[in-house]
């Protein structure tokens, strides 16, 4: 059980509820899910070792309820992923509480798919896709929350055996789903455990008998033992060394004037352990940055520059490494080991109020050398006179960390890119890595929710030996794989 801002559950009930929130900050909710290591994370639903991509659209319309949402799924293969429903470029599917035995049912503003993330949480070998509903109600509590679990299979995922867990008290606005992980925390753990964040905290669900058991609570609101903190994103990876995965909880303090706060738990024999306060932001991913052996984290703070309450300007990343110790900064205060902005030497581009460098953030390796590289989404970056075009940044992994050398950056105007920049199109509002034809490198998708007046759309820029190139990139949206388009703001979540 976690000691920090844990309630231990005495009796191991869950409630199949509906309920839902509306998310501040719907975008990078992703985990690095399933086993231990964030390079264990691959979203395979099937089982054939390619990544599969799981995108939400939580203001689609299903079956005729607008802002219902749905999910797709594109499945990897040896030519990637595509939009086909069949070879050679992969196939797709797509979920929504319309779809025959998923649970609930579609209501206009529940926003399924919101949040979305993976993990093998009945450990029978293929990835389960999670997915948050932040404005289901309950009853006749307005936007409680509700998460709901689709399990893979040989042929992918399948509505089969799909539940849904709601809080066992559900509150109004409560924020419950607003962000997803799954790893395996504790050595008894049969599968990935699933963490599930509301605005006080997150629940944790194990899976046996058939069914997900709530297991633990951890409080990050009223419960001693650090700065309070109100969570906007979970991530999780090995930090420590120690084979067992560790939870980071990041999101806005709630005792030193908003700033971005994150709480580190460590994974052991019997579950969570509170371990530090550390900086932190609305946006998390983990990674093997240095090829050390051990997980490193990043996040996005995409209104503040660094740890020292200076003035907001066009957001940062900030860098943590992780060692036998666990995560550390540079001082005991925990002070980022590494700040990233569009000021830092080497970084294309100038910090402007607004920018929202760092609003999604994620990490992977790009060229196969052994690095995972990071990648910066800045969706209120101008492009020339053209106001919140957005533009994204991959900067390289290295020995040393997180590295401006070779550092590329991208907008729609970007030669190679499908499309013209746009205002208030907001390209980069989610990014994320994807090895989808197991080349060892991974391939970019960045997300422009606000294309076409909120349609949604997003884009592929494949890898190559030198890293990630627009020569080849093309780009989709929820009509491209068969579902409602208008409105949809597809591609606001990215399983990460």
Excluded: C
């Amino acid at each position: 059980m976690s000691r920090r801002r844990s309630a231990a559950v005495t009796a191991a009930s869950f409630l199949l509820v509906t309920g839902a929130v509306i998310t501040a900050a719907p975008a990078a909710f992703a985990s690095a899910p399933g086993g231990v290591h964030a390079g264990d994370r691959n979203s395979d639903f099937n089982g054939d070792g390619y990544d599969d991509v799981l995108t939400g659209a939580p203001g689609g319309t299903d079956g005729g309820h607008e802002g219902s949402g749905y999910v797709t799924v594109q499945y990897g293969s040896v030519n990637g992923m595509g939009t086909a429903t069949a070879a050679p470029r992969g196939r797709t599917a797509v979920f929504s509480q319309s779809t025959a035995g998923v649970p609930g049912t579609a209501e206009a503003g529940d926003g399924f798919g919101t949040a979305v993330a993976t993990g093998d949480l009945d450990a029978d070998g293929y990835d389960d896709a999670i997915v948050a509903a932040p404005g289901e109600d309950v009853d006749s509590t307005r936007n409680a929350g509700r998460v709901t679990v689709l399990y893979g299979s040989s042929s992918g995922l399948t509505a089969a055996r799909s539940v849904t867990v709601g809080a066992s008290l559900p509150k109004a606005d409560a924020g419950f789903g607003l962000a997803l992980a799954a790893a395996r925390f504790a050595d008894g753990a049969q599968g990935d455990v699933l963490a599930v964040a509301h605005r006080e905290g997150a629940v944790l669900y194990t899976y046996g008998a058939g069914t997900l058991k709530i297991t633990d609570r951890i409080d990050t609101v009223g419960a001693p033992g650090g700065a309070a903190i109100q969570p906007a994103s979970l991530t999780t990876g090995n930090y420590d060394g120690d084979g067992r995965a560790d939870l980071v909880v990041s999101g806005r303090s709630l005792e030193e004037d908003g700033t971005g706060q994150s709480a580190v738990y460590a994974g052991g024999a019997d579950g969570l352990t509170y371990v530090r306060d550390l900086g932190g932001g609305s946006a998390t991913a983990s990674g093997d940055i240095n090829n050390d052996g051990y997980d490193d984290v990043v996040y996005g703070r995409p209104d503040h520059p660094d740890d020292l309450h200076e003035p907001l300007t066009g957001g940062t990343v900030g860098v943590y490494f992780g060692g036998a110790d666990g995560l550390k900064g540079v001082d005991e205060y925990g002070t980022v080991a590494q700040a990233w902005t569009q000021d830092t030497a080497g970084v294309p581009g100038t910090g402007e109020l607004g920018d929202g460098f760092g609003a999604d953030v994620s990490l992977a390796d790009v060229d196969a050398d052994g690095y995972d590289d990071l990648v910066v989404g800045a969706p209120g970056e101008d492009v020339g006179t053209v106001a919140d075009a957005g533009g994204v940044w991959v900067l390289r992994g290295s020995a040393n960390g997180v590295t401006a050398a070779g550092v590329k950056s991208y907008n729609q105007d970007s030669a190679g890119l499908p499309g013209t920049v746009e205002q208030g199109d907001r390209w980069g509002g989610q990014v994320r890595l994807a090895d989808t034809n197991r080349d060892g490198r991974s391939e970019l998708l960045a997300a422009a929710p606000a294309e076409n007046t909120s349609d949604g759309v997003v884009w592929v820029l494949p890898a190559t030996a030198s890293g990630t190139t627009a020569d080849g990139s093309w780009s989709y949206g929820g009509a491209s794989l068969g579902a409602p388009g208008t409105d949809a703001r597809f591609g606001a979540a990215i399983d990460e």
